[in-house]
Structures are given as structure tokens and as C-alpha cells.
């Protein structure tokens, strides 16, 4: 394992990468309508990120076709984008990565489309609040396993299940660096957190069963239960007390 720390100077462009991510996803947020297309929150976002001097960093990535990854109902993660409109009660993630002169900051959120049921609307937000959960008390010393652990503890406590075939991740050069962060495991494991880690911190919640299934585009995970998932994300730096959300 090589987890890279990041200088000062490379840690202002990643700041730079996390606010075009974040400011993309604000934009998305308001495109959210019934009759609205992945195809079209596709290219949205990706004028966006190239207008602000980025590229996206998941298109042509090991051979995805597209800017974002639009993840709906029961697609956990890296849905392919359509033209099928969205429907009343559906959900969708959108996972967005951008790279900001030679660095990386990646997110994703989960939007309900029109009027969704009360306890999918809990999923999203158990999801959203894990990610805050994970990430409490966390700063320079800890142990990687703390943030996976308060996770996995907040989502069975209320009723999910986590997803175990995905993970975080360290982020910088590289969309994918070490370490791997399951959003499960032990409290005081794994390795120490240290100032100037960049790490991106993903949440991926089943309502059913985690039991999962890849489709045949080999890309996107859905439930084997086809109960709907949710994915909450933010790409932060560690300090050496506390965090810093780049992608907020």
C-alpha cells in the first residue's frame, strides 16, 4: 500500500477539483424533474466541468463511456447514462469526478425524482448522515477502520444494509489511489490517518438485502433484490484536527 500525502500546493488545486465537483452536482440538483434524461444531466455536467478549465475525470476511465455515473433505483453504482425519462417516485445517483491541472476530487449524491415513498426518503438521508457519522471525531492519528466502522454501525442500526464489494478511496493523481476505505469493519483498524491524506468517503446503502449483481455492460452493480440503493460522497483532505469536505 502507498498512501500519498499531498503537498500544500497540490492540495489547492485539489481544492479547486472539489469545487467545480461540488458546484457541478448543485447544478444537477436543480435538473432533477420528472421527463428529465441521464443523457441530459450527462452533458450538462460535463460543459460545465470543461468551462471551468477541468475535464471529467470518469470519461474514457478503463473505457466508461460517460461524464457522470446516473445510478437509478436499484443500480448501486456506475449506472449507465440513457434517454429514458425519469419517472414520479424514481431515484438517481449521480456520481461526478472532475481533474483540475493534473488532480482529481470526485462526489456523488442521491436525488429523489417528484414524490418518493417516506422510507425511501429515509434511505437517502441514512445515507447522506453515515457518510457525516463516518467521518466524526476523525483528524491526524486515527485509524482508517474508524470511519468504516461508525458507518456500518449507523446503517444497520437503522434498518439498511451496506454494500462490501465497493469502497472509498485515496484520490489525487490517480481517480483510485490507497487506501481502500470499506464503509464496514473494525474500530481501530487499519492504517493511521495522516495529515495531508486525500481521501474520497462513499457510502453505498441497500433498503434490502446487500447481496449485489453486475449487469452485463460489466460496469453497473444493482441489488439483487431490486430494492432501491442510495450513494452519498465527498472527496476530504485530513488535517491534524479534523477534516476538510473539498467537494461540499
Not at 457541478?24 to 450527462?42: H, P
Not at 417528484?114 to 426518503?121: L, N, P, T, Y
Amino acid at each position: 500500500m502507498k498512501i500519498i500525502i499531498k503537498t500544500p500546493e497540490e492540495l489547492d488545486l485539489m481544492r479547486k477539483a472539489g469545487k467545480i465537483v461540488g458546484n457541478a452536482l448543485k447544478l444537477v440538483e436543480k435538473q432533477i424533474y420528472v421527463g428529465q434524461t441521464s443523457n441530459n444531466l450527462c452533458k450538462i455536467v460535463e460543459d460545465y466541468i470543461i468551462s471551468q478549465g477541468a475535464t471529467p475525470s470518469f470519461k474514457g476511465y478503463s473505457g466508461f463511456p460517460f461524464a457522470i455515473c446516473a445510478s437509478k433505483n436499484d443500480e448501486i453504482v456506475h449506472g449507465f447514462c440513457d434517454d429514458v425519462p425519469l419517472k414520479n417516485g424514481d431515484i438517481i445517483s449521480i456520481d461526478v469526478g472532475a481533474k483540475y491541472k493534473g488532480f482529481h476530487s470526485d462526489a456523488a449524491r442521491t436525488f429523489a425524482v417528484g414524490s418518493v415513498s417516506d422510507e425511501v426518503k429515509r434511505l437517502i438521508e441514512v445515507t447522506e448522515q453515515s457518510f457525516f457519522e463516518g467521518l466524526q471525531g476523525i483528524k491526524e492519528g486515527c485509524k482508517l477502520g474508524n470511519i468504516s466502522s461508525r458507518i456500518q454501525r449507523f446503517v444497520e442500526r437503522n434498518g439498511f444494509t451496506i454494500v462490501r464489494e465497493m469502497a472509498g478511496h485515496g484520490v489525487g493523481k490517480d481517480l483510485h489511489e490507497d487506501p481502500i476505505i470499506p464503509n464496514y469493519g473494525s474500530f481501530n483498524a487499519g492504517p493511521v490517518l495522516k495529515e495531508g491524506m486525500v481521501i474520497a468517503v462513499e457510502p453505498m446503502v441497500n433498503m434490502g438485502s446487500r447481496d449485489v449483481a453486475l449487469l452485463d455492460n460489466d460496469w453497473t452493480l444493482v441489488t439483487q433484490d431490486g430494492k432501491p440503493a442510495s450513494h452519498y460522497e465527498n472527496t476530504v483532505i485530513i488535517l491534524k484536527e479534523g477534516i476538510e469536505i473539498l467537494t461540499n
